[in-house]
């Protein structure tokens, strides 16, 4: 995967500056062997995209699945202190008021952990893996008590 700031014809590294008073930029191309390093004006201008490219060349299988466990842990616990919090009548959850918008706060966030499990389809993850993982949190919201009763 060519990195973002390289230009896919040459390989040349789009210098934001075009080289002004640079000492790496020679013929019309910028050759600072770490750029991404030692290059603040490099660094200023495609900050974003080095994160997300380094994010993804560094993140294995195990480091992306850790993810999602932590994203759908969070999702449970606090989807799971909303409803509580709500039957207790607490004030700050007043917008939910009855057991069926207990239920869409608890539908909404499965759709949220379902919409994780399609996106990670893509980052050559067995489904078997995200879908154990995901009827796994499914079943846990699905189990979270909506009635006071």
């Not at 039957?87 to 939910?96: E, R």
């Not at 050559?124 to 909506?146: A, C, F, H, M, Q």
Request: net charge negative; with cysteine; glycine share 6%.
């Amino acid at each position: 995967m060519i990195e973002p700031w390289r230009d896919e014809k040459t390989g040349n590294i789009y210098c934001p500056v075009n080289g002004w008073d640079c000492p790496h930029y020679k013929n019309g191309a910028c050759i600072c062997p770490n750029v991404h390093k030692e290059c603040d004006d490099f660094v200023f201008f495609w900050e974003d995209e080095i994160e997300e490219y380094e994010g993804r060349v560094t993140m294995t299988k195990v480091d992306i699945i850790n993810k999602i466990k932590e994203f759908y842990e969070v999702e449970y616990q606090g989807t799971k202190r909303v409803v509580e919090a709500s039957l207790s009548g607490d004030k700050q959850y007043s917008w939910i008021r009855s057991d069926a918008d207990r239920r869409k706060a608890i539908s909404q966030t499965i759709d949220r952990l379902l919409g994780v499990a399609f996106f990670v389809q893509n980052c050559d993850i067995p489904y078997t893996t995200i879908e154990k993982l995901y009827n796994e949190y499914k079943g846990k919201l699905e189990s979270i008590r909506v009635s006071a009763s």
